[in-house]
Structures are given as C-alpha cells and as structure tokens.
C-alpha cells in the first residue's frame, strides 16, 4: 500500500524539493498551497491558505479516508518588508502561515491519531536558522520559526504515545526565491556562504533529503529534535 505524503507550501523552493523527492521515494503526494499545481496519479493539488481550518480538515479527511498511512511535512512559509516598515498587518500575517498553520495542521493530526486513524504517521515541521540565531530587520521571522521549533517538541511529547514521530528541519541559507535578494547582493551572497563551515549556500535538494530520511523507518528513533541543515553555521558560531 502507498503512503501519502501531505505538503504544505508545494510551489516552493523546499516545498517542491521535498514533493519530488517523496514521489522518487514512492510515496503519493498530496499537495497544498495557494499557486495551483498540477494533479497526476501520483499527486493530488489543494490550492489555497494553509492557515484555513476549513482547508486542514478538508484535505486532512481525504487523506485519512483512503486507508493508506499519511505523514505531514510543514513547509509553507512566508516573510514580510524588513522592520523599518514592518506594520501590524504583516506580523500577523507572517505569524499566521508560519507558525498558526503548523499548529493547525499538527493539531488536526493530532485529533485524527487519538481516534486511531494515523498511527504510525510522520511530522516533518521546516523550522529555520532563524529560530536560533535571529536576524536583524525581520522579528515575525524569526519569532515565529521559533515557535515552530517549540511546537514541535510538544506534540512529539504528545503524540510519541501514538507511534508518531514529530521533527523540525531547520534550513540555513538556501537558495530560493525567499531568499533571491541576499543571493542577487554579490556581497550578501558570499557573507552568507563564509558564515557556514561548508563555504557554500544550500541548494532546496539539501533540505529535501534530510526530509526524506526524516520520513522513513530509517529514521524509527528519532523524534522531539531540530536538525540543522545549514553547512555548520550554528557549529561555527
């Protein structure tokens, strides 16, 4: 029986990393994000906000509904103008799709794994060197990739009883769109890359595969930690 694997933030750089490598791992991909995708055999698309419950529990029952097991990665994400013109609008926005939606998402599993319908399954949250480090001129980031490593201990705790394995993966810089400014500032660019003990910036496929083993049995006793995957940035301080 296929496992599916459900994708939040699919059209982006590591969340669309992350689906390819579920579908070369033979997993079925279920798709969701705003930007439309296309639907094949092997990938079902949701287009639209991720922070919506209505949109969670729709896309939570039709997994459940075909009897096959299913894991959830977390990989939406969004960052807002720097804090010079950082408004009330765009914290709460930042904090609702970063941070509110990892916990909408996880909540609704784990109501689904209380009533015996998920065990067995996988959370994979995409957390950020943010998290650890902060950074200047983007507080809602920051905060709430923080919140995202938090979160993701506490429902290890709680659903460790289930058989449920809950993880955060916490990307450095990672060449992708979220990140073009950095990348298109040449001086930025190789700041970033000397900041990690690699020398080098992450490609989305660095993510993904971390990601992957995070979601096989391989992975069987691993559950309650962040992964930095980040070239060693915060081993080098």
Known sequence: MTATVIVTGSSGGI????????????YRV???????????DEVITYRGD???PELVNEVLNHACSSGQQVSLVNAAGVTRPE????????????IAVNLSAVYLWCEGFRQRVKSGR?????????????AHRGFLDNPAYAASKAGVVGLTRSYAMELGAF?????????????????TKSWNDPELRLRRAQSSILGR????EDVAR???????PDAGFVTGIDIPVDGGWLAKG
């Not at 279920?30 to 094949?40: C, F, L, P, Y």
């Not at 408004?87 to 926005?93: A, G, K, L």
């Not at 998920?118 to 943010?130: D, E, H, K, Q, R």
């Not at 910036?201 to 989305?204: A, I, L, V």
Request: include cysteine.
């Open 201 to 204: 910036w992450g490609e989305p």
């Open 210 to 216: 971390v990601c992957r083993f995070m979601l096989s």
């Open 50 to 52: 991720v922070s919506s």
């Open 83 to 94: 804090a010079g013109s950082y408004s009330p609008s765009s914290w709460h926005e930042t």
């Open 30 to 40: 279920i798709a969701v994000d705003q930007k439309s995708g296309d639907a094949t």
């Open 118 to 130: 998920l065990n067995g399954s996988v959370i994979v949250n995409i957390g950020s060197l943010a």
């Open 15 to 26: 969340g669309r990393a992350i689906s390819v490598e579920c579908l070369s791992a033979g």
């Open 163 to 179: 058989g449920i394995r809950v993880v955060s993966i916490s990307p450095g810089y990672i060449r992708t769109e979220m990140t």
